[in-house]
């Protein structure tokens, strides 16, 4: 018989441990169902300068964790386990998952977004051997060796400044002649040291031999092909992708109003079923931020009881 709770939470980003903050301090019982590590997306954010009140080089993860430790002291219980399956219609919510199926009278959807592919050959073959999607993660690998950053906005520009501190030379690949990133980002990537930039292109191919030394770019204007391959003495490059996040729903699909994959919620967070909320980068919204995302937690806990009390 599986455990009934108050409130499940699915995804333990920002998002979801500020709906559990909220929601355990609203004395509800808690639940939160996290498929690998806390914190999403941020958790491999190397700075976050933009978190009303976070510390002088704040890192994704140190955030996170005051995070998950502030709902956990707040009573929130938390699990690893894969969402395979859930029934969210009816007053009981069943949340199937890899290892236990769990209960709950309302449920807050906070499974954010994945990074997205290149899609060309090789990309997945060379995951890992020179094609990164993290750089806090991997960074310290490019010491001294050449790096591509390819995508043009926020994200892309943030994390090659951030690579800069590692590579001998860090070049965005972006598919068109202007940047994406807010403007005050940009002119700080212009006066980085270190950062190049390689216009109206595109990655056609990645290849090499056990590690990525190869190349090949399309130019998006004239479809002229160029090859790129490593410096003999390094034997490897770096490609770090940053083009944006799909939104994590799959498991969710069919089962759920959906917009290209993203939930859409009222200003209240909730969806078209009653009993389930969405929080965070998964809901269609415009700024995703992590202080947009707590707020949605926030709000859709707050709700989340609200309903629940109306039930009794
Ligand atoms: P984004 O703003 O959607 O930018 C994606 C970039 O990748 C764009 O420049 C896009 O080119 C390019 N791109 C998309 N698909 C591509 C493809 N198949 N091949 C080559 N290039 C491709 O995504 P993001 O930078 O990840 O940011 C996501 C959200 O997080 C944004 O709201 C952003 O403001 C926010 N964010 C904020 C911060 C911060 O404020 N510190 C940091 C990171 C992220 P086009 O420009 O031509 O479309």
Redesign the pocket.
Known sequence: MSKMYDIIIIGAGPAGLAAGLYAGRAKMSTLIIEKAKDGGQIAI?N????YPGSEAEESGPTLMARFSAQAEKFGAEKVYDTVIDVELEGDVKTIKCEKETYQAKAVIIATGAN??K??CPGEDKFTGKGVSYCATCDAAFFEDFEVYV??????????AMYLTKFARKVTI????D?????KS?QEKAFKTPKLEFMWNS??EELTGDDLLNRMVIKDTKTGELREYLADPEDGLFGVFV????RPATTVFEGKLEMDRGYIPTDDQMRTKIPGVYAAG?VRVK????VVTAAADGAIAAWQAANYIDSMK
Do not use: K
């Open positions: 954010t700075e976050i300068e933009n990074p997205m290149i899609g390819v995508g043009g906005g926020d994200a892309a520009v943030e994390e690949i972006h598919r068109r202007e940047l994406r990133a807010a980002i595109v990655v940053f083009i944006g996040y980068d415009e700024l995703r931020q």
